[in-house]
């Protein structure tokens, strides 16, 4: 079936063009009623992420760093594969393809801090909602909405494959080592973005400019005055530091969390 978004009435700053949508929410109960209702179709389709500041773009984190000085991806990976000898899990599969290996081992550093080139999304449009909210902003950042993208997996990957001329410089990668206990409870996937555009809301407006019709990717920008009322909603369903960083980190952020927000 055919994912697409539909007229969302009450929502604020509701902006379409170039296969992105973009809304604005103030209200809790609007979050609900676009995630639960709006997403048409599979919803096996989407994918999601949230970020704690709604000025950055959908950028990997090594992408931001060579905005500002020179970084070789092939030497970060390299030092790190050294480095965490005799630290890793133990591996469930054996991976022949190198090119796989590598993504395993971006993807395993990425969910320990790791600068990596891969993005993070997940599964769950309430994991990501948490990502975009668990972070407490200090007075000085003054920052008004959080941001939690929906990105449309199925259509993206249907334009290609019915395109077979066009060239994906864009892909979606699940890591086949399923020792990742935090990958795997934040029911994670990435996305490497291999284009000259380094954010993915440049690549979707250039990739889908003479798309009219559909939507590939949705930003819904949500007031940071919500994020108590967010965090404690997503505790009481399971969804929090300790569920998702099953590890004495998780223990300790959540221990956090509790003793900052009232009756968490």
């Known amino acids: 079936m055919k994912t697409k978004i539909v007229d969302i009435p009450n929502y604020q700053s509701i902006v379409k063009k170039n296969g992105i949508i973009k809304t604005r929410i103030e209200k809790y109960f609007q979050i609900e009623r676009l995630l639960e209702t709006k997403l048409e179709g599979d919803k096996d389709n989407w994918i999601f992420r949230g970020q704690k500041d709604a000025t950055w773009s959908l950028e990997s984190s090594i992408e931001r760093i060579k905005k500002i000085r020179r970084l070789d991806e092939k030497e970060v990976l390299e030092y790190f594969q050294k ?11 054996t991976i022949m393809d190198e090119k796989r290996r590598e993504l395993d081992d971006w993807a395993l550093g990425r969910h320990y801090g790791l600068n990596t080139p891969l993005l993070d999304w997940t599964y769950s449009p309430y994991v990501a909602l948490f990502f975009a909210f668990a972070e407490k902003t200090d007075e000085t950042q003054n920052i008004e909405y959080r941001t939690v993208f929906a990105l449309d997996k199925y259509s993206i990957e249907k ?5 077979p001329d066009r060239i994906m410089n864009f892909d979606f990668f699940e890591p086949q080592d399923t020792n990742n206990s935090r990958l795997l409870n934040q029911q994670g996937i990435f996305t490497i973005n291999m284009s000259p555009y380094t954010s993915v809301e440049d690549y979707i407006s250039h990739t889908f400019k003479s798309d009219k019709k559909n939507i590939y990717l949705v930003i819904i920008y949500i ?26 980190t998780g223990a300790a952020l959540h221990t956090n969390l509790k003793y900052e927000i009232n009756d968490y």
Do not use: A, C, H
């Open 223 to 248: 007031s940071n005055k919500l994020r108590e009322m967010i965090l404690k909603k997503l505790n009481w369903m399971n969804i929090n530091y300790l569920t998702l960083y099953p590890d004495i």
């Open 83 to 93: 480095s965490v000898r005799g630290r890793r899990p133990q591996m469930t599969v």
């Open 159 to 163: 334009y290609f494959v019915e395109s």
